[in-house]
């Protein structure tokens, strides 16, 4: 009984262990594997910022970029730099992309359009911890076209938003505002600078305001899917063979610091 007794109980110390373990540094979207997931710290804003552009502007140059880099889908010929900062404030998320490029080419002229199928950056996020509940995707193509959506998943509730609350998003690109077809193939580094009102993305999500350890969920992309130079590019691994975006299981994570 005595042996009996002390196996019983090492077991069950052994399963509290192994469940204290499993709580350290667990992903909020409950994924075990920790090293496919990025995270990064977005730093609060002090004082004022210009929408311009600008990636090497004061208010960047002391903030951290994070990068594009995972290759989802076929390797391409040519792998474009894509980084990107973030800050925030009580009232806005500051996004600003950095891309150096070729084969460059944009067709979609016009907001709400396939801006994915041009040259492209995304940002994919849920303003919280529960991907049940949703994303939001800002798609933009190189020179200012944007999708502007919130679902699920892959075509599932789809939710355009209203062209007047895309209005009310700041945007600031270094490419002209014109189509780019042919295609130009000379490499060339272009920039992509936005401001999201936090009280507009509440139209369409709720939100955890972000604050001192509040974290959302994300992805950035990169992709060009159109070009001579197909390609797909992720902050945080998506672990499928063929290029799909809207995998919100494999968000990384945002924290929000001083």
């Known amino acids: 009984m005595t042996r009996k007794l002390i196996t019983i109980s090492s077991i069950l110390y052994l399963l509290a262990i192994f469940s204290s373990c499993d709580n350290i540094d667990k992903h909020p979207t409950g994924k075990d594997n920790q090293k496919m997931y990025k995270s990064y710290q977005i730093n609060k804003l002090s004082g004022p910022i210009s929408i311009n552009g600008n990636f090497d502007k004061p208010q960047w140059q002391k903030v951290k970029p994070l990068y594009i880099n995972e290759i989802i889908g076929p390797e391409p010929k040519f792998q474009p730099k894509a980084q990107v900062k973030l800050l925030y404030d009580d009232k806005n998320l500051y ?20 801006v994915w199928e041009d040259t492209c950056v995304e940002f994919f996020f849920t303003p919280g911890q529960n991907i049940k509940n949703g994303y939001l995707n800002f798609e933009t193509n190189c020179i200012g076209m944007v999708m502007f959506r919130h679902q699920t998943g892959r075509e599932e509730n789809v939710i355009l938003t209203d062209p007047a609350d895309l209005a009310q998003v700041e945007m600031a690109h270094s490419l002209p505002k014109k189509a780019i077809d042919p295609e130009n193939p000379e490499p060339i580094t272009w920039t992509m600078e936005y401001r999201l009102p936090l009280k507009m993305l509440e139209k369409y999500h709720k939100i955890t305001k972000p604050a001192p350890g509040v974290i959302w969920l994300a992805n950035f992309y990169k992709c060009g899917s159109n070009a001579s130079n197909p390609h797909w590019m992720t902050w945080s691994r998506i672990d499928k063979e063929r290029p799909d975006f809207h995998r919100p299981e494999y968000f990384g994570t945002l924290e929000f610091v001083d």
Request: net charge positive.
């Open 95 to 114: 996004v600003c992309f950095k891309v150096e490029d070729r084969y460059i080419r944009a067709i979609t002229t016009s907001n709400y359009g396939p």
